[in-house]
């Protein structure tokens, strides 16, 4: 099995950053991303490192992300990170750590497909 472990959640200011890590241990993983759920929301794709197994795999962005927030991974440690600038209110949710093992695994922007989750982190932006 697989256990992911989110921390770095909090309150920020408008404008402001957070870095969020997740922690994984169990089985080898083929990808791992993020997602987000605000209230009355479904849950949305943010970011996920896809064919980690490969060269260290190839980061890709939900548009809201893209030239804000930044995913990596320290392989040594097994850890992914969501480094998140010029927070906006909107951006306020639940954010949970997602991760898959199936080889060749193609639905990334799925939540659905994922067989892994993290408890979530809060992450609240104040305006």
């Known amino acids: 099995q697989v256990q992911l472990v989110e921390s770095g959640g909090g309150l920020v200011q408008a404008g402001g950053s957070l870095r969020l890590s997740c922690a994984a241990s169990?089985?080898?993983?083929?990808?791992m991303g993020w997602f987000r759920q605000a209230p009355g929301k479904e849950r949305e794709f943010v970011a996920a490192?896809?064919?980690?197994?490969?060269?260290?795999?190839?980061?890709v962005y939900a548009g809201f992300a893209e030239g804000r927030f930044t995913i990596s991974r320290d392989s040594a440690k097994n850890t992914m990170y969501l480094q998140m600038n010029n927070l906006e209110p909107e951006d306020t949710a639940v954010y949970l750590c997602?991760?898959?093992?199936?080889?060749?695994?193609?639905?990334?922007?799925?939540?659905?497909?994922?067989?892994?989750w993290g408890q979530g982190t809060q992450v609240t932006v104040s305006s």
């Open positions: 490192i896809e064919r980690i197994q490969e060269s260290g795999g190839r980061a």
């Open positions: 997602a991760a898959d093992s199936t080889v060749g695994f193609v639905n990334t922007f799925s939540f659905r497909a994922y067989d892994y």
């Open positions: 169990g089985r080898t993983l083929t990808i």
